[in-house]
């Protein structure tokens, strides 16, 4: 994941940082416990394409 893309994303659901999973390929919401999708290098900001996470899994 190219870091200047991690630097202007955000989480479509409230706007906050997005920590990358290189393990899973995915992009982490730790506020709202939610990791987005990274398929083929391109991230799936939807809310309905993320995945909740356990609260032992919130960091990635």
């Known amino acids: 994941m190219d870091h200047r893309l991690l630097e202007i994303v ?3 659901v409230c706007n906050g940082k997005l920590y990358f999973n ?3 390929q ?3 919401c730790k ?3 939610l990791a987005y999708p ?3 290098g391109i991230p799936v900001l939807l809310e ?3 995945r ?3 609260a032992d899994e ?3």
């Open 31 to 33: 506020a709202d416990s």
């Open 38 to 40: 990274v398929r083929e």
């Open 52 to 54: 909740a996470l356990p």
């Open 48 to 50: 309905n394409e993320a």
């Open 22 to 24: 290189k393990e899973k």
């Open 10 to 12: 955000a989480c479509p």
């Open 58 to 60: 919130t960091h990635p």
């Open 26 to 28: 995915e992009l982490v």
